[in-house]
């Protein structure tokens, strides 16, 4: 069974930090493409960002680039996301995403097939 458990999440003021983990079982993990999504209250789930089976290719939303750094550890099945100079618009439930198409962050593509619950992120001052 595929799990995707999210972790990290927590109130942090403006400008502040967080890191978020997902760690995921029940398939192969290195054999993924994975993504962080996000979605605030009333609004659809936006996409943050993508990673490559190995790591090297890494893709951004204009709104977090420069902000955010994902990453992954395969040895340990976890996916990370550093958020640094959090504001308030960055304020949602973030979830991670097995990716379907394992060359993503080449061709662009998000679509999923398993997500995590989430972990709840709350930008305020």
């Known amino acids: 069974e595929v799990q995707l458990v999210e972790s990290g999440g927590g109130m942090v003021q403006p400008g502040g930090s967080l890191r978020l983990s997902c760690a995921a079982s029940?398939?192969?993990?290195?054999?993924?493409?994975m993504s962080w999504v996000r979605q605030a209250p009333g609004k659809g789930p936006e996409w943050v960002s993508s990673?490559?089976?190995?790591?090297?290719?890494?893709d951004y939303a204009d709104s977090v680039k420069g902000r955010f750094t994902i990453s992954r550890d395969n040895a340990k099945n976890t996916l990370y996301l550093r958020m640094n100079n959090l504001k308030p618009e960055d304020t949602a439930l973030y979830y991670c995403?097995?990716?379907?198409?394992?060359?993503?962050?080449?061709?662009?593509?998000?679509?999923?097939?398993?997500r995590g619950q989430g972990t709840q992120v709350t930008v305020s001052s």
């Open positions: 029940g398939f192969t993990f290195s054999g993924y493409a």
């Open positions: 990673i490559s089976l190995g790591g090297g290719g890494r």
């Open positions: 995403a097995r990716l379907i198409d394992y060359m993503a962050t080449v061709r662009g593509s998000r679509e999923y097939d398993y």
